[in-house]
């Protein structure tokens, strides 16, 4: 039951956001009896610097999820922001510690890195092409950095996008190879699709597949269906692979952790959750 001494966790988006985060985070908490809850809050893009900090002025607000549009502008309302954050440009995760300043950090990369990790792809010393240095790339190459990748090749048709990420990871990795180069994805470890290509039935594929070798791990972003046209030609090859929603159940438990209520694997969460994916 929600008392006042409930943990909240509170999920800010646009009013029109489907906030399903809480149908996956509430019923763990059920299980596991932790007395927390995630919270929807809708909260307009004009209002929303002001409201960030009325929302920490509550005694059992703990942290937030950050969805869209809000995840660019929390990094310049937060009093410290990740390596990850910064590179991604934008922040997902909101923690309020015990002297009141707020810490931004961002996991939609580390759901990515996470599920291969686990799926037996060593980042390690690895070449990486990431398709696609948006909102989602962007975090994706940050984490793969941290986890020690020995190159980072990225694309994107807007090519100053990928330029702004490329430097920025040379900023805070600059022992590691970065380029801004083509889509063709030969010669690679891991090859991610980290474009909208894939949600509609008529889109082209993000890159040659053709040009894949069976040895390259191949990655998705794309959650509305599991196996895209993309995933379906690169197993096809032979080519190991990792599903779009992989990254959001693998990405949750690393928000757990940031907000100290232990861990979880995919599967428990999964098998607890009121939604499916």
Not at 102 to 113: H, R, V
Not at 212 to 233: C, H, R, S, Y
Request: glycine letters at 10%; proline letters at 6%; a neutral charge.
């Amino acid at each position: 039951m929600l008392s006042g001494k409930t943990t909240l966790i509170a999920h800010l988006g646009y009013p029109t956001e489907a906030f399903k985060a809480p149908l996956i985070y509430n019923p763990w908490f059920e299980k596991k009896g932790i007395d927390a809850m995630v919270v929807p809050m809708g909260v307009k893009a004009e209002d929303y610097p002001v409201s960030l900090r009325q929302i920490f002025k509550f005694s059992n607000v703990l942290g937030a999820l950050v969805t869209m549009p809000h995840k660019v502008s929390t990094v310049g309302l937060a009093d410290e922001v990740s390596v990850t954050a910064r590179i991604a440009g934008a922040a997902n995760a909101l923690l309020k510690r015990p002297d009141g300043t707020l810490l931004a950090d961002q996991f939609d990369g580390a759901g990515f890195a996470r599920g291969v990790a686990r799926k037996g792809f060593k980042t390690k010393g690895s070449r990486i092409l990431v398709v696609g240095t948006g909102g989602v790339g962007s975090p994706i190459a940050a984490s793969l950095a941290a986890d020690g990748a020995a190159s980072i090749s990225l694309f994107d048709l807007n090519t100053a996008s990928a330029e702004g990420l490329a430097s920025r990871l040379k900023t805070y990795y600059p022992d590691m190879e970065v380029a801004v180069t083509s889509n063709d994805p030969a010669g690679y470890d891991l090859v991610v699709n980290a474009t909208p290509l894939g949600m509609k039935p008529d889109d082209p594929l993000p890159f040659d597949v053709t040009r894949l070798a069976p040895t390259t791990f191949v990655g998705e972003v794309v959650m509305k269906q599991e196996i895209t046209p993309m995933l379906k030609a690169a197993i096809e090859r032979g080519c190991k692979y990792q599903v779009g929603t992989d990254m959001l159940f693998e990405m949750i438990p690393a928000y757990l952790e940031f907000f100290g209520f232990g861990t979880a694997t995919p599967e428990e969460l999964r098998a607890v959750a009121k939604i499916e994916y």
